[in-house]
């Protein structure tokens, strides 16, 4: 048996026919034609009034950011356990990241510690829809308007959940999307920023366009900027992605009813939750180990990976990393941020590939279970 993947898309003939077709004629005047589909379609989607087609969900973040003309030593508050790329943006803008907990149940921003952390300095909070599953939002925004934060979400893993009713990408002032090659819809590399706020959008129309006015001059530049685009043949398969987005959020969801099933009366797993209110998506299928096992997921992935089956590490704490050692708000942050510490040496995120079968799953969960028996045993 070939090895299990963590994570991988879903490609079929639509694909490659709107990646044909955008190679062979998005060409001269036609250039944008799949970058306006992908646009509008994505805007319609999420429920936003403006979607704009980006090489990343980091330059994503990057660009609302930048769109909030942020001063150095304004804070610009993220959960612990995020992937850096939710925190990194807010150092290219000269700001500093602060380092929040996250809820013991979601594994998402906890709106206590969020207020907690809020000082004179707190311009912005990136709340992060993690593993497709999505923070209390009403919350989040309602502490953070009334105090003039800016809500930038970061729902690069949560394409098509909901909370309340409401798509993930269309909470707070601006939400970013990613469409790397792990994610439930793919361009490859790709992201989206989604906002209703049209003087956000227009700045950020110019600052992605190395800073050159809409209807300017040609070759004229106002400012300093970025270049952030994306190229016709992933506008083309995102869009492709994007009219088949109910089949992958279904597949999404069956994976994890297969994991369900397959550890059905098992004690000591936890895998992601899904509150009364929400529709996770379920990203990543993701599995916390009880303490009693005494196993550190860096062994519990070396175990899965000698039975042929690749995982990933639950996030780290943003603030444990050496890459923010020297912080002065990572410094305390352990103490501070008990859930992100607590689960994160646990986590463990299983394949969740679109193109894993229900018997690789019975597969993975048999050995997961051989795992954790012998550790007791031992
Ligand atoms: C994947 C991911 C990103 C980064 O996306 P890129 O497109 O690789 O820049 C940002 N935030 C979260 C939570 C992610 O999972």
Redesign the pocket.
Known sequence: MDRIPVAGPSITQKEIEYVTDAVTNAWYGNANMYHGRFEAAFAAYVGRKYAMALP??????HLALAGLDLKPGDEVVVPET??I??SAPISYVGAQPVFADIDPHSWCLDAASFERTISARTRAVIP???YGNLPDMDAIVELASARGIAVIE?A??AIGSESRGRKAGSFGLAS?F???G??TLTTG???MLVTDDEPLYRRCLQLRDHGRAAGGKMFWNVEVAYKYKLSSMQAALGLAQLERIDELIARKREIFSWYQKALEGFEGITLNSEAATIKNTY?MVTAIVDERFGLAKEELIAALGQEGIDSRPFFYPLSSMPAYASWPQAQGARSRNRVAYNLSPRGVNLPSALSLTQEKVRYVCDRLRRILARQLAA
């Open positions: 990343s969900c980091t330059a994503a973040l995020t992937w790329a939710t992060v829809d993690l970061d690069a893993e970013t990613s469409f790397h792990s994610k590399e790709g992201g990203w």
